[in-house]
């Protein structure tokens, strides 16, 4: 069991940038792929980026070279540094854990989500 808790979100203007962080409790997490997700207000929840449990990482198109996804075994938590924000990244970001992150399309355990708001 993994339980999963965001921190991070806000508000800030395009072109700004803000750091998410997720702190991971149970066991394996070095095990576990870790990533990101998010909704936009009336649209699906869709994948930001993901990294596998040896770092591999994969971004979606929409957000290549401006974010950037990493996690420290050690402290147990996954972030998202996220670079030159656009109005269209508004949203829920979920941070989520699956020991197979690569080949599923709805991971396992899912955080509460954090609400990150870009004005223009």
């Known amino acids: 069991q993994v339980q999963l808790v965001e921190s991070g979100g806000g508000s800030v203007q395009a072109g700004g940038s803000l750091k998410l962080s997720c702190a991971a409790s149970?066991?394996?997490?070095?095990?576990?792929?870790m990533g990101w997700y998010r909704q936009a207000p009336g649209k699906e929840r869709e994948l930001v980026s993901r990294?596998?449990?040896?770092?591999?990482?994969r971004y979606s198109d929409f957000v290549k070279g401006r974010f950037t996804i990493s996690r420290d075994n050690a402290k147990r938590t996954l972030y998202l540094q996220m670079n030159n924000l656009k109005t269209e990244d508004t949203g829920v970001y979920y941070c989520?854990?699956?020991?197979?992150?690569?080949?599923?399309?709805?991971?396992?355990?899912w955080g509460q989500g954090t609400q990150v708001t870009v004005a223009s």
């Open positions: 989520v854990a699956d020991y197979y992150i690569e080949a599923v399309s709805w991971p396992r355990y």
């Open positions: 149970g066991d394996g997490f070095g095990s576990y792929g």
């Open positions: 990294i596998s449990s040896d770092g591999t990482t």
